[in-house]
């Protein structure tokens, strides 16, 4: 594992579904965030929190949810998907200022909505 | 707006080749790049960080280069393996207008090293 480490690896879905996907880091990071890798496309950011407060939001649609109870944790709570939202989401953590360290991802949660 | 670009899309080499991976951006105000390996269906692997004030960074058998003024970075694998076999991104920083740093990603160079 690489210090940030993401539940459940794969999941499937219905689109009435509600279902969450976890992120937990012991680093002693301070921000996490949220990207979505779709196929054929890059990396595409989603939410960032920033000490425990939401940053950044990247125009994400409302059924998708996310959730930082405190440094260590970040969630992502999903309702009412669509089949064009299956994905790999990655959780990356960093320092606030990650310019000196860079950006540390966990292994993803493989999402197919059926 | 920051755009990142890699070439090629995918690279197939023999065993033992030395190889380039190429990135491109169009901002070049940025503090550091950094590139990370993929394998099939897994998260990302920090492979090396090069901050702006450096040329290189050398982990290895793996050696990044940075050219801020052209635009520029390239990741050298020397003496190539089956095991590299993987996608590998480059990303660079970008704030946002609400003053948040995002990484902004390349789509990948997937490469294939043959027995």
């Known amino acids: 594992e690489t210090g940030v480490t993401q539940t459940p690896r794969h999941l499937v879905m219905g689109m009435t579904n509600k279902k969450s996907l976890k992120c937990e880091q012991h680093?002693?990071?301070?921000?996490m965030y949220w990207y979505k890798q779709s196929a054929k496309k890059p990396l595409e950011l989603m939410f960032v929190y920033s000490l425990e407060e939401r940053v950044e939001n990247n125009s994400v649609p409302s059924r998708f949810s996310p959730e930082c109870p405190n440094s260590s944790h970040l969630f992502l709570h999903l309702h009412t998907l669509q089949p064009e939202d299956s994905a790999l989401y990655l959780c990356?953590?960093?320092?606030?200022?990650?310019?000196?360290?860079?950006?540390?991802f966990g292994s993803g949660t493989r999402l197919t909505v059926v | 707006k920051q755009e990142v670009t890699q070439i090629p899309a995918a690279l197939s080499v023999p065993e033992g080749e030395n190889l380039v991976l190429n990135c491109s951006f169009t901002?070049?105000?940025?503090?550091?790049l950094q590139w990370f390996r993929q394998d099939p269906g897994k998260g990302l692997t920090s492979l090396l960080l090069i901050q702006s004030s450096q040329r290189e960074q050398t982990s290895g058998r793996l050696n990044a280069s940075l050219d801020k003024s052209s635009g520029r970075s390239t990741l050298y694998i020397a003496a190539s393996q089956p095991g590299d076999s993987a996608t590998y991104l480059c990303a660079c920083p970008f704030l946002t207008q609400g003053g948040s740093e995002k990484l902004v990603f390349g789509k990948g160079t997937k490469l294939t090293v043959n027995p």
């Open positions: 990356a953590s960093s320092q606030d200022h990650p310019g000196i360290y860079g950006y540390t």
């Open positions: 901002d070049s105000a940025i503090y550091n």
């Open positions: 680093l002693g990071h301070n921000a």
